[in-house]
């Protein structure tokens, strides 16, 4: 494609005659690349050579490299808005010439395939009323591009959408494209870097960006459609769909090493949460109101109605002048009272006064009711079209998104609750300087039991907490105080990160106490709010059974869990198992983690549902959603599901209102698919041969990582060999890259590492190992083995899963580039010991993976991917020799004033490089 796209990338003028149709990105893309020509040529004529792809950059001035990196930058952007826009026109097409029920990733194609296998809507109820599927929102530092630049880039989609159309005429396409044309410009002269490091509720306005563009609008017709589904491949049945898909968010609520959030940051993010919906269903209700101009001499108004109308009237205090405005507009004076409880209910939210001495909606389900009173209204008086396609779709919205848009996470680590639980133990049992038991004694452990049965008498006065255990107190405390003032669903849960014990888990029961948390006064019978252990590392997830086994026997988790809906959540780490075991490793150790919890569940009678800890990348648990579901192991989903949403993959796949709906939908049809499906297909079964097979891989695959890993000189090349310690420098997130300010592997953050692997296009974290294990599989085991691993490459989607992953990042690493990084490295021992491991390992690894899928080249079975790449990678590799000279020469700098001369260039080529690959971690 690219030669066609440098084809197209004339003038702008040159292509404004031109149809965007067809399936591929071509046209698309070739009209963005000569607009951003155009405004290269304008303001820095001397870059144009470079974007065309026959330029040096040698003697460019750090000044102008960094106007060359950003162009190249919005190019890697504007690229994939091209290949967003001809996604969509592709999922069209097959919709248009197979019908829905041929699209894969649709609820049209999972009901049908149901209907046809014999599926009773017996049991669709049932797996519809179990269905509780939550994508949250994270704040993680990898997402590189600020508000104001993804408005304008939303608007450049828009304006490509437009262009799809054939009824413009030549001078209005020429419009358009001139529209196209000033955005471009406008991202050019905004800058896509941050002048200054986010702060938390920075973070939380860009996360709620996505709400107001495209999800509010969008997620309710994704229920519709649903519903629609239903109907076509069940036409006699009626279903009853509850809001099952539900947003949540870290943002503002992630303590874990992150010391900008604060209770007061909680607070406001909550606030803002909650003002988002709410003035959204204000706007939404402001139309409604404007398009229900239904008289009642055009259609009577039932007699019910006009009786709930006349007790709102008089609850309102002001029924003359509503009645006076919209005379014999019953629906109008109706929703008038429904907006004047809603404006009552902004006001008192928003703290300003004013809001108390009217009516307003004490919580979500009142405003729920109020829109069923409406509903059922017009469906009386024969509007039911009416009532379906304007009201419903209103009442769907606040039943997703309540009065909180998101469930907001709170989330600590054992380290900072432990010291908590230490002060609470000092100050209440009467040794103010002693010590307390070690938290992995038995003793500990007694105590908290003890202290969780004794009733609690009002609130204790704790003499000589530590500030930072004050806090954690009143973070909690806010649960109860925001659930009540805001919305009961307000908070998600309780995430606890490096979860190691029991007594890690009931030590937040404790703490949850102790802040008014639990629903009984006494705080001895039920914590409403789920406590969710996170297990990250290799260790913690075979851990984790024992620990949850031990866990679900404590009656008090039972009775709260059992309030909770009968099920306790269990978090899984991908990026840190994998930065602890390794690509291959990670996978297997996930997958056997979920298969012995399921056991645990089904052995306790107490449901175990997963929330997956996924970033945007291959190695932080990033593939394509549709197949890493279908690879979950049988049982381990049963129709709930929660995934983190992380960096750049938020706006990947929300920032367009399309990609949004398919998103949503191919998540949630997926899980739905998984829960009908999983228990019996042959894939998913238990075989204790590829069981066996899989364990001997991954034990070689992490043998081979840890060699890597746990050499001396690791560290050292990889903070030369690579930006990140620059990456820091970086303003794309609050969150310190370290937990504790410590300069370990260990405490370095996985995101961080997986990111730097990245930029230097060693790309470790999505392969290193695999040749090693597959390698040493077939040498013990012969013919016998190589029979084995072509079974599990046809039979075994996780199996498949790990090589097709691995095949694509394989695409990405470039050994001519990683040797120009390690050339960074001062020491030429360190070098020579480490970049000699990556190379042998990535040729073995290509080789070896050859093998199992059959082909004679890496990359051969995905055409279109190596398109997207054959597009990307010259550029990219352009960029990565420009950093490593940039590195050099920031690094070398003998004074402040010139490491700040190259310090823009040099982050901007980390902008580039993540934009061009498409995910910074």
């Not at 984790?544 to 008090?556: D, G, H, K």
């Not at 297997?588 to 399921?598: G, H, M, N, S």
């Not at 746990?710 to 310690?725: H, I, K, R, W």
Request: with cysteine; aromatic share 8%.
């Amino acid at each position: 494609m690219k030669d066609d796209v440098r084809k197209l990338g004339g003038a702008g003028e040159a292509s404004a005659s031109a149809l965007i149709a067809g399936t591929s990105p071509r046209e698309a893309a070739g009209l963005l690349f000569g607009l951003l020509l155009d405004v290269a040529r304008k303001h820095q004529p001397e870059i144009e050579p470079l974007l065309k792809g026959g330029a040096s950059v040698a003697d460019f001035t750090p000044e102008l490299l960094a106007r060359a990196l950003q162009a190249q930058g919005i190019w890697f952007q504007l690229l994939s808005i091209a290949e967003q826009n001809a996604a969509m026109r592709r999922r069209r097409q097959v919709e248009r010439e197979r019908g829905r029920e041929e699209l894969r990733g649709t609820f049209s194609h999972v009901l049908a395939e149901a209907a046809r296998a014999g599926v009773e809507p017996e049991e669709i109820q049932k797996l519809i009323s179990s269905l509780r599927i939550r994508p949250v929102l994270t704040a993680h530092p990898t997402e590189s591009k600020r508000v104001t630049v993804l408005e304008k880039y939303r608007k450049t989609y828009l304006l490509l959408r437009e262009l799809e159309n054939p009824r413009w005429t030549e001078r209005e396409r020429a419009a358009l494209v001139d529209e196209l044309r000033d955005q471009i410009e406008l991202v050019w002269m905004t800058g896509e870097l941050h002048l200054e490091k986010p702060s938390v509720e920075q973070e939380v306005q860009r996360g709620l960006h996505f709400f107001d563009e495209t999800l509010f609008e969008m997620a309710p017709k994704m229920l519709t459609g649903f519903e629609s589904a239903l109907k076509h491949a069940y036409p006699d049945a009626r279903f009853d769909v509850p809001p099952f898909f539900q947003f949540g968010s870290w943002i503002g609520g992630d303590r874990d090493g992150n010391p900008f959030v604060t209770t007061l940051v909680t607070r406001t993010a909550l606030k803002q949460n909650a003002l988002a919906s709410l003035r959204h269903y204000r706007a939404r209700l402001t139309d409604l109101a404007r398009y229900l101009s239904i008289t009642e001499r055009a259609s009577p108004v039932p007699e019910g109605f006009h009786a709930e109308l006349a007790r709102e009237l008089e609850a309102s205090g002001d029924a003359v002048a509503i009645r006076a405005r919209n005379p014999g507009e019953a629906y109008r004076q109706y929703l008038t009272v429904v907006l004047r409880k809603l404006d009552a209910t902004i006001a008192r939210t928003e703290g300003n006064g004013g809001g108390e001495a009217r009516p307003y909606y004490a919580n979500a389900d009142e405003l729920i009711l109020d829109l069923r009173v409406l509903e059922n209204a017009l469906e009386e008086a024969k509007l039911a079209s009416i009532a379906t396609d304007l009201v419903r779709p209103v009442r769907y919205a606040v039943q997703l998104f309540r009065f909180s848009t998101v469930r907001l996470d709170l989330r600590e680590n054992t380290t900072r609750t432990t010291e908590t639980l230490q002060a609470l133990w000092r100050a209440t049992s009467g040794q103010s300087g002693g010590e307390a038991p070690d938290p992995k004694s038995e003793a500990w452990k007694s105590w908290l039991l003890a202290e969780l049965a004794q009733p609690r008498v009002g609130e204790r006065v704790l003499a000589g907490l530590s500030p930072e255990a004050e806090e954690t107190l009143a973070m909690l405390r806010l649960v109860p105080e925001m659930r009540g003032r805001l919305d009961r669903e307000a908070f998600g849960s309780f995430i606890l990160s490096m979860t190691r014990s029991v007594a890690d888990v009931l030590g937040v029961y404790l703490l949850a106490k102790e802040a008014g948390v639990f629903l009984d006064a006494a705080g001895t019978e039920i914590c409403p709010l789920p406590i969710v252990p996170l297990f990250e590392t290799i260790d913690d997830l075979r851990a984790a059974p024992s620990i949850m086994r031990e866990l679900l026997a404590v009656p008090l988790v039972r009775r709260s869990t059992n309030w909770q809906g009968g099920v306790q959540e269990v978090m899984i780490g991908y990026s840190d198992s994998n930065k602890d075991g390794g690509f291959f490793a990670s996978n297997w150790e996930l997958a056997k983690a979920q298969v012995k919890l399921t056991k645990v569940s089904d052995e306790t009678g107490v449901k175990i549902a997963f929330f997956h800890g996924r970033g945007g990348s291959v190695s932080r648990g990033g593939a394509p959603t549709g197949r890493a579901i279908a690879a979950q192991p049988a049982g381990s989903i049963r129709g709930r599901f929660r995934v983190t949403e992380q960096g750049e993959v938020v706006s990947s796949k929300y920032a367009n209102r399309g990609t949004a709906f398919y998103q949503m939908e191919l998540l949630a049809a997926s899980v739905f698919e998984h829960a009908l499906k999983s228990e019996r297909e042959d894939a998913l079964k238990p075989r204790a041969e590829i069981d066996d097979a899989m364990e001997a891989l991954s034990g070689a695959s992490r043998a081979a990582y840890t060699r890597l890993i746990g050499n001396p000189d690791l560290v050292t090349y990889f903070q030369s060999a690579s930006p990140l310690e620059e990456i820091s420098l970086l303003n794309i997130g609050s969150r310190p890259a370290r937990r504790f300010g410590a300069k370990s592997l260990a405490d370095l953050r996985a995101i961080p590492w997986v990111f730097a692997w990245a930029q230097n296009r060693h790309i470790i974290t999505g392969w290193y190992g695999v040749g090693s294990a597959l390698k040493n599989f077939i040498e013990v085991r012969g013919e016998e083995g190589e029979a084995m691993l072509a079974r599990m490459f046809k039979d075994s989607r996780l199996f498949r899963l790990i090589m097709d992953e691995v095949e694509k990042t394989l695409l990405i690493v470039d050994l001519a580039i990683a040797r120009a990084y390690s050339g960074l490295v001062a020491e030429a021992q360190v070098r020579d010991t480490i970049f000699p491991m990556i190379e042998a390992e990535y040729r073995l690894t290509a080789e070896m993976v050859r093998k199992a899928s059959g082909e004679a080249e890496i990359g051969a079975r995905f055409p279109r991917h190596r398109e997207v790449l054959a597009e990307r990678l010259p550029m990219i590799n352009a960029v990565n020799r420009e950093q490593v000279e940039l590195l050099r020469r920031f690094r070398g700098a003998s004074t402040e004033a010139e490491r700040e001369r190259y310090k823009l260039a040099l982050l901007l080529s980390i902008n580039c490089i993540a934009a061009g690959l498409g995910a910074t971690g």
